[in-house]
């Protein structure tokens, strides 16, 4: 604006007065604040395995759902996880207390039916749903009416279709956060229980040897072969012997326990055979014994057991406990410190 007061043209602003102008009304710009009080009132925490990433409650919930008119009858549930060492199998189902266990199997029990090692891969996750499924089984009373497939060709098999006086043991596959990606490690464990006598509603397209028709409306095409290859560890051997050729020092690092145990290559599918009927024969679980080690504590806080072992584990002290340490250790710091200057004027004299 001028002197007089009154409003200049639009013409007669500068390019400072212009940038001037447009700086203010960049600064005074309204900004809606869309986290504020009532935002903060009306959020909703996500449930804790949620927040850590572990649980995908959309599927959860279709698994978990019953009928009302079904009157709280179970929905069982095959649980496969992978970890970095094994296979974890789990036959349980949903109550509003949790989740309940019914029978469990781990790949680190094959020790027993004979594989020394490989606990993670397909051929070890195929054994592990063939224990599980062999186990829940024979819980139940149904492992006589319901022997599964005992000839492991890798072909397709429904136990619903065969014709039996009971209806066999019905489950759902749940893999967690796992991509169902074709091949994976999961279908050996579903695969595996399936020929173990379980009914697992699923199809052979994301099995191993499956291969859809490049043709809309074409038929598709599932190599039994193939998988029944990878059931026996089939790439395990092939990898095993590629190893032994070309760099026979690290075939001796990584294959340390199948050659302790005098295996290689070609008597992997021989190991698998009979662990699959080591399985069948007795697929209780054996619990550990316990070792009966007594423990003494003494009064600083050393552990003395009955196997000769020494441990130091610190016993939580009271309030007062802790407040009377404390003044200890400042009276001792102010002692000190009286008998340095005492020193100190000693030496001064």
């Known amino acids: 604006f001028g002197s007089s007061g009154s409003r200049p043209k639009l013409s007669t602003f500068s390019r400072a007065q212009w940038q001037e102008a447009g700086s203010k009304a960049q600064k005074m710009a309204f900004v809606k604040v869309l986290k504020n009080k009532a935002y903060f009132k009306r959020f909703q925490v996500k449930p804790r395995r949620r927040r850590e990433g572990k649980t995908d409650y959309r599927a959860r919930r279709k698994m978990v759902r019953q009928d009302k008119n079904k009157f709280n009858n179970k929905k069982y549930r095959m649980v496969v996880r992978f970890t970095n060492r094994k296979c974890i199998c789990q036959i349980m189902y949903a109550t ?3 989740d309940m266990v019914v029978a469990q199997a781990t790949s680190a029990e094959l020790a027993k ?15 592990t749903g ?3 499924a062999r ?5 139940f009373g149904l492992d006589q009416a319901f022997k599964g497939k005992e000839e492991v060709d890798g072909a397709d098999y429904h136990v619903e279709d ?8 019905k489950c759902i596959l749940d893999v967690g956060l796992q991509t169902t990606a074709a091949g994976h490690r999961m279908w050996g464990a579903l695969k595996g229980a399936v020929d173990g006598g379980l009914h697992i509603p699923h199809t052979n397209k994301k099995f191993p040897g499956f291969k859809a028709s490049d043709e809309k409306g074409g038929e598709s095409e599932y190599d039994a072969d193939a998988h029944k290859e990878k059931i026996f560890g089939g790439q395990v051997k092939d990898y095993m012997e590629m190893l032994a050729e070309e760099d026979p020092t690290k075939y001796e690092a990584h294959f340390s326990k199948y050659i302790a145990k005098d295996m290689d290559g070609e008597k992997l599918e021989e190991m698998y055979t009979e662990a699959h009927e080591k399985i069948r024969e007795d697929p209780e679980h054996e619990l550990a014994e316990k070792k009966g080690t007594s423990h003494t504590r003494g009064d600083a806080g050393q552990i003395t057991s009955s196997d000769g ?41």
């Open 96 to 98: 509003i207390r949790g």
């Open 113 to 127: 039916f004979g594989v020394p090692a490989g606990y993670k891969n397909y051929a070890a996750a195929y054994c």
């Open 130 to 132: 063939l224990l599980v």
């Open 135 to 139: 186990r829940v089984l024979k819980k």
């Open 162 to 169: 065969e014709e039996n006086d009971k209806r066999p043991f």
């Open 309 to 349: 072992t020494e441990h130091m584990r610190n016993k939580k002290i009271t309030l007062e406990q802790r407040r009377a340490k404390v003044a200890a250790k400042i009276a001792a710091a102010q002692a000190k410190l009286l008998a340095a200057e005492d020193e100190d004027e000693n030496e001064d004299e």
